[in-house]
């Protein structure tokens, strides 16, 4: 039973320089004949398993892009197409400058409950050296319109260890955000990805990585944040008790899910795929009806138990003892204070959260 649907919308008025998802200005195709493939493409989807939607994300790109007459003919097309009446969690992408009061009502008047906000930073600086579009006010301003628009499930995303950016500057960005009374953070440390214009810069010496640093504000987020009553239930996620993200938890959990859209990646009954990578081509495709999957592959045990320490040794669970076969690290690294074993899980400790991806790959 596939539970988990995501819809990716590659449109974004700005290209981010630190960005690796599939993306793109709009040009002509943030259009009806766009949202019309998306809806062909579910309904060819529909009867690869059998469905019942508890989670919608839309994710992109800009969802929040889209007109409000695209967002209510995709919602409607959706549930329409898919079973949702166990639905507990609809999310939207949004950032700030691309919606208003009324859009965000109409959001919420079609079924999306949850909105994810692309703020960043609150502060100018921080800002444009990320090369994001919007001010610290219209960040605030956009917070507020999700409000007035009806949203009580609201995630505001913020970056840390961007080169320039001070301890007394992160402090600034997290006081912020907390200010605003978000049911949810995400904080992430700033990677230099594949294909990106900063991964060159940092590779041209122009910008730095410093792994103390990205500990020290990894850190400081965590007393922060848990101070103002939000509990660290991921790596870079901090919620409110009873509004962690039920999608992500779905992916860290390694259940099925079925991606629509340019760029999006589905895994069902251990099959993989990523849907061509080019939103004209994948239009055309559509209306044509094209398969257009790409990468298709077979997902092995060991695939998946990869996958499973790799995800979940991030969240607060952590992983199951069986998972890791003996012999192996776990008591070197629990001595070491790196991680705790207890109750048959094994889970990171506060001094191994930091190092959480090399731990989990001496456990695979």
Known sequence: MVRHLYVHIPFCHHICPYCAFYKHKPGSLANEVFVD???????????????????????????????????????RGLVEIFPSDNLIEWTIEANPATFDSAKAQLMTEVGITRASLGVQSFQQETLTVLGRDHSPDEARDAFHDLRNGGFENISVDLMFSIP?????????????????????????????????????????????????????LFYQAIDTLEQAGLTHYEISNYARPGFESNHNRAYWSGNDYLGLGPGAVSTIQNQRWKTLPDTANYISGIQDNQDV????????EADKRTEAIALQLRTREGIPTGLVPRPNPVDSLTQQ??????????????EGKALADPIAGMLV
Not at 188 to 210: K, M, P, V, W
Not at 293 to 300: A, K, P, S, V
Not at 337 to 350: K, Y
């Open 37 to 75: 493939a998306l809806l062909s493409e579910a309904g060819m989807r529909a009867d690869l398993a059998d469905y019942d939607l508890q989670t919608i994300y839309f994710g992109g790109g800009t969802p929040s892009l889209l007109s409000r007459k695209l967002i209510e003919k995709l919602c």
């Open 164 to 216: 320039g950016q001070t301890t007394a500057m992160w402090a600034a960005d997290l006081e912020c955000a907390i200010a605003l009374n978000p049911e949810h953070l995400s904080c992430y440390n700033l990677t230099y990805e594949e294909d990106t214009e900063f991964l060159q810069r940092h590779e041209s010496g122009e910008l730095d990585a410093n792994e103390d640093r990205d500990a020290d």
């Open 293 to 300: 999957r790409r990468e298709l592959e077979t997902l092995t």
């Open 337 to 350: 204070g790196l991680l705790s074993e207890m109750d048959g899980r094994i889970r990171l400790t506060r």
